[in-house]
Structure formats: C-alpha cells, structure tokens
C-alpha cells in the first residue's frame, strides 16, 4: 500500500526559512516523478514543483522560482521541499504526491496524496 | 496559463439526488487529460477519474465522468451520504499543471 507522510511543517515569520519532507513507501520510490501541491486555507490547490525520477528535472510554478527548492533522496525514499524567503502567501498546507511514472514526461494526474503538513507564515 | 473553470461554485442537494458538476478549460485539452478529485474537510484529495472518463481504483459506479475538449462533466448519479464534498477538475495536458477553483456539493 502507498505511503506518503509530510513532515516539517510549522509557523515561521515573513522572510523565514522552512524544509518540509516526504516519507514514501509501498512503491519503487525511485520509478515516479513526485511533486508538491499546496493549499492556501479555504482555498483551491496548486501545484508547486515535481521533480524527475534521477533528479535530473525539476519543475516550479512561477510563483516559487528562486526561493523554493526541491530535492529527493531515493536510498531513503524522501522528497523535500526547501522553502526560502517565505511570504505570507505561502501559508498553506503542502501536500506530497506521486507523480507520473513516465521518465520522459511529468503530465500526469496525482493518483497518491499523503496527509499534508501546514505551513503558517506570520510575524 | 491554462484555465479551468467549475461550476457551479455550489450545489445543495439531497441525498439519492442526481449532481452534475461542470469544467470547463481556457483551451482545448489534448487526449482528454483531465482529472476529477474529491476532498473532504481536513483530508488530501482523491482521485475519482482520470482521462476524463475512467474511473480510478475502487471508485463506485455512481461516479462517472465525461467530456472533451473544453467541456468536461462529472456526474454523481445518486448522491449518498458520504458523497457531500469539494470536487475539483485538473488538466495534465499542459505544464504548469492546474486546477479548477472547486464545486462544493452541501446537503440541502
């Protein structure tokens, strides 16, 4: 059975640092592209950045490029998310999710979601 | 960027009711790459169809989804107790991914 557990969430102020993870199991972690998608309280989603299977890819929404990184460790099946330069708009809760299994394209639908973790940026 | 638009923001139904629940997309989407999902308070999403019309693994047969191109419906045939959620339509046709805003089905 797939797994998807986030961690690393919590209240940080405005221009703060943040590094969420992802703890992945029940599938070769290391076959799928995997992504981040957030959700700003009372809000719809968005997603955030994927990354390629060897990390050789990665993707970002406009709105994240140069203050978010994201990373994978597929000997430990973890995905990261390195969240720099935090603003108020990046209060949400950051889901993890399998991604597609395709090397060659990261069009694809989320079929895994782990729990999210919340994210709270305010002085 | 891709557009994708639900309507209505809305529907009260009652339980045993039919729901049918629009997308529609800024532009065309190719191989029918749409998803529908569905989220309860305080839970991740779930997927219920992909490809516009495919349901995914243990989704009941009163969900069901169709469309093309622009206009893509999900249809719950017989609404059951469990069922009153958001739903929300997604395009994988075209980086960056995106999402309708969502169509929050309440008990009436």
């Known amino acids: 059975e797939v797994h998807l557990v986030e961690s690393g969430g919590g209240l940080v102020q405005p221009g703060g640092s943040l590094r969420l993870s992802c703890a992945a199991s029940?599938?070769?972690?290391?076959?799928?592209?995997m992504s981040w998608v957030r959700q700003a309280p009372g809000k719809g989603l968005e997603w955030v950045a994927n990354?390629?299977?060897?990390?050789?890819?990665?993707n970002y929404v406009d709105s994240v490029k140069g203050r978010f990184t994201i990373s994978r460790g597929n000997t430990n099946n973890l995905l990261y998310l390195q969240m720099n330069n935090l603003r108020a708009e990046d209060t949400a809760v950051y889901y993890c999710?399998?991604?597609?299994?395709?090397?060659?394209?990261?069009?694809?639908?989320?079929?895994?979601w782990g729990q999210g973790t919340l994210v709270t940026v305010s002085s | 960027e891709f557009v994708l638009t639900q309507s209505p923001g809305t529907l009260s139904l009652s339980p045993g009711q039919r729901a049918t629940l629009s997308c529609r997309a800024s532009?065309?989407?190719?191989?029918?790459?749409l998803a529908w999902y569905q989220q309860k308070p305080g839970q991740a999403p779930r997927l219920l169809v992909y490809?516009?019309?495919t349901r995914a693994t243990g989704i009941p047969d009163r969900f069901s989804g169709s469309g093309s191109g622009t206009d893509f419906t999900l249809t719950i045939s017989r609404l059951e107790p469990e069922d009153f959620a958001v739903y929300y339509c997604?395009?994988?046709?075209?980086?960056?991914?995106?999402f309708g805003q969502g169509t929050n089905v309440e008990i009436k």
């Open positions: 990354i390629k299977q060897d990390g050789s890819e990665i």
């Open positions: 997604q395009q994988y046709d075209v980086s960056p991914r995106t």
């Open positions: 532009q065309s989407v190719r191989s029918n790459s």
């Open positions: 490809g516009a019309s």
């Open positions: 999710a399998r991604d597609s299994p395709r090397y060659y394209s990261s069009l694809e639908y989320f079929q895994y």
């Open positions: 029940g599938f070769l972690f290391s076959d799928y592209w």
